[in-house]
């Protein structure tokens, strides 16, 4: 374990979070990893074209037929995704195998089968090729061969995954590994009923957008106004986590919340029937174990980062997610939804809407920064930038794309309180 620097007050240096993994650095992140043209597209060889990724959750198929279309600039292609008529979700290549145009054109819909708009080949929910009009006029066509071509697919708590290699090396479920397995018994079925979400075109590179969004350290600072000593207090002033865990790709934290807040009286109102992420006495035993695992009493939400691009961050009684899309080296699709249980009074729908304000409003002074981010990335000014031991989450996440795109295992050996234990 590395030894503890301290400061000219005896004060320990940052180095807590650090110390339970010896693997990662402390120096500056190199500022050209936001700018660079080939670095961005050795994340696309190496990394998105490689990994699992979030395309969206199970509510928004619920019936035979439905369908839904994710175009994946980073992987230079456009996916359906479709519920078959046994139930069954799955997803292929939005191409048409005539002469490639897009088969569906709409974000979403319900058919009992799909036509392509350019010469009518039709397809059935399995991908398969079902009608060729004027088929007699082509030469020797194999029709049970020219189905839609299909990308791996599976589900984990109602979130849809797919790979762009129909046959991946890894299963989701040991993509997910330890993080996924954490959130055994989380009740994402039931939270999911009610939903909220946003979407815009950030014009700055993924990292710097995803950055923003997995460390605590500014919440004290650009969210001071939205949500004042929600989760500061005099004695976390800079709002250190209660704990972080790392695995190969991914990474959690336990966020501070202050319990001895005094809310707006329009907040206290709200916080009698439910409440986003602010509330004292959580029930902790509705929690599944991997949530919170220490069991803190000043813990409000756990950050869970899945590599590379999908965050889902839990609480008691709500969650919500991002995902951020890379379309340019300086331009990212941003998508946030915040999801709570269908209110059973008048009151929890009020929280509930208060919720999703208070939300709004963080996560509007989170995108306030993005863009101005990258405009001084772009001057070329800075050549490096230097992460605290609470932004440990960032630095592990260069160090995963570092790893990736030099064809460096990710598997990493963590020594937490002076046991060795092998997270996947
Ligand atoms: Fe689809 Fe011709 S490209 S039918």
Redesign the pocket.
């Known amino acids: 374990m590395t030894a503890t620097a301290t400061n000219g007050n005896g004060k320990a240096h940052g180095s807590k979070w650090h110390d339970r993994y010896p693997h990662l650095d402390r120096g500056p992140v190199r500022a050209e990893v936001f700018t660079s043209e080939e670095q961005f597209e050795l994340e696309r060889e190496h990394i998105f074209k490689k990994v699992w990724l979030n395309v969206g959750r199970v509510e928004q198929l619920p019936n035979p037929g439905d369908y839904f279309v994710k175009d994946i600039d980073m992987c230079q292609t456009s996916i359906l995704v479709v519920r078959g008529k046994d139930g069954q979700i799955n997803a292929f290549h939005n191409m ?6 897009k ?1 569906a054109w709409d974000n979403q819909g319900r058919c009992q089968m799909f036509t ?6 039709s397809y059935g929910l399995d991908g398969s090729l079902r009608h060729v009009p004027d088929e007699e006029n082509f030469f020797d066509l194999k029709k049970n061969t020219l189905g839609m071509t299909p990308v791996a697919c599976d589900i984990w708590q109602g979130f849809i995954f797919i790979h762009v290699d129909p046959n991946p090396q890894e299963s989701l479920p040991e993509y997910l590994g330890e993080l996924g397995t954490s959130l055994d018994g989380y009740p994402f079925d039931t939270i999911s009923a009610t939903c909220a979400s946003w979407t815009t075109e950030v014009k700055a590179n993924w990292k710097a957008v995803k950055d923003a969004f997995q460390e605590i350290y500014h919440v004290g600072f650009l969210h001071r106004r939205s949500a004042p000593d929600s989760f500061t207090s005099k004695e976390n002033p800079y709002s250190h986590a209660l704990d972080f865990r790392l695995f190969a790709r991914h990474g959690s934290a336990s966020v501070f919340g202050n319990q001895y807040l005094t809310p707006s009286p329009v907040a206290t109102q709200a916080f009698k029937h439910s409440s986003f992420l602010i509330r004292k006495n959580f029930d902790m035993d509705a929690l599944p174990a991997g949530v919170n695992p220490l069991r803190h009493e000043e813990w409000t939400l756990d950050l869970n980062v899945i590599f590379p691009c999908f965050f889902v961050d839990v609480s008691e009684g709500s969650y919500f997610t991002h995902n951020f899309w890379p379309i340019a080296v300086d331009r990212t699709i941003w998508h946030s939804t915040q999801y709570f249980p269908k209110a059973k009074t008048a009151g929890q729908r009020f929280a509930q809407e208060y919720g999703h304000v208070l939300f709004r409003d963080i996560i509007l002074e989170d995108g306030r920064t993005l863009e101005e981010t990258q405009t001084m990335l772009s001057s070329g000014a800075k050549k490096e930038f230097h992460l605290q031991d609470e932004e440990i989450l960032v630095r592990h996440s260069h160090d995963v794309v570092n790893k990736m795109i030099n064809g460096q295992s990710v598997s990493i050996d963590v020594t937490t309180n002076g046991k060795e234990a092998a997270h996947a």
């Open positions: 048409c195998s005539h002469r490639g145009n088969i392509c708009k350019f010469h009518g080949w």
